[in-house]
């Protein structure tokens, strides 16, 4: 599959009072990542760790302070033209705070469609509800009308509107019940088959990914530390961190790595020396708290660790 969206050392810097000084931290630090055409990949992490920064910065709802996005392998402008504005589109966590109130579903529907005639909105909107999976009986239904499965899948119909290459899904199944996020990741399968979608899917539900993605790439304080095939992600996690994360994931058929993090993870504002995982990872050796780790690959498997895929006794 050719890529259609890349980071390149994509930083997302923020100013932030410490005391009696402003600082600037790094919420996505030199983020190297690519998602191929038609893919979904995984995004994961604990809170706080650049995911979200992340996904506005490939949508362009934040600006990187350094690096670039590229789409089709052609770099995008600060200021990004209606087209390339189209081509990638975002659903969020709530959809309750994300749809206005006071319109109804063909408001909504027929918003990003300003440009088309009355009869071309009528005829889309009504297509778009198919996709979803609602009837016309939906139209004239306001957010506080609806349950949040229904929202959910307005706020998919919406971001689907334009016609958009990619979906960046920031959290999309994390506010709705279980039996109904099943069916939301069910039909963002299903709208990935049929439209030829490319997803970069937010979460910090390891469970989710590993029914849902193709590939994942996982984050820690701004940086990608692991990325590789999902099945190979959570059969082989190469990281410390991952392991961490997929020993807090319930599972029958899955050996417990026996990882376990120390404590909190640091503040942002006073990021520790070398490796940035060092002061909680079970493993840690020396080196790990004064040089940074290098980038180990292995069949389209990336680590970044001093001992990446070695065994730990923890």
Known sequence: MSELVRAEQL?????????????????????????????????????GCGKSTLGRAIVGLTLPSAGRVLLDGVPV?????????????????????????????????????????ADQVAHRTRELLEMVGLGEEHLRARPRELSGGQRQR?????????APDVLVADEAVASLDASVAGAVLNLLCELRERLNLTVLFISH?????????????????????????????????GHPYTRVLLDAVPSADRRRLGARALGEPPSPLHLPPGCRFHPRCPAAATRCGTAAPPEVRRDGHRVACHFAWQAQEV
């Open 205 to 237: 539900d390891l469970a989710v990914v590993r029914r849902l993605c193709d590939r994942v790439a996982v984050m820690y304080l701004g940086r990608v530390v692991e990325e590789g095939p999902a099945a190979e992600v959570f059969a082989h996690p």
């Open 77 to 117: 402008p600060r200021r990004r033209p209606p087209g390339m504005r189209r081509r990638v589109q975002m659903i969020y966590q709530d959809p309750g705070s994300s749809l206005d109130p006071l319109r109804t579903v063909a408001q909504t529907l027929a918003e990003p469609l300003r440009k088309h005639s």
């Open 154 to 162: 307005i706020a998919i119909a919406r971001a689907l509107a334009v």
């Open 11 to 47: 930083t997302v810097a923020y100013a932030v009072q410490d005391g009696l000084f402003r600082r600037r931290i790094r919420a996505v630090d030199g983020v190297e990542l690519g998602l191929a055409r038609g893919e979904i990949l995984g995004l994961v992490g604990e809170s």
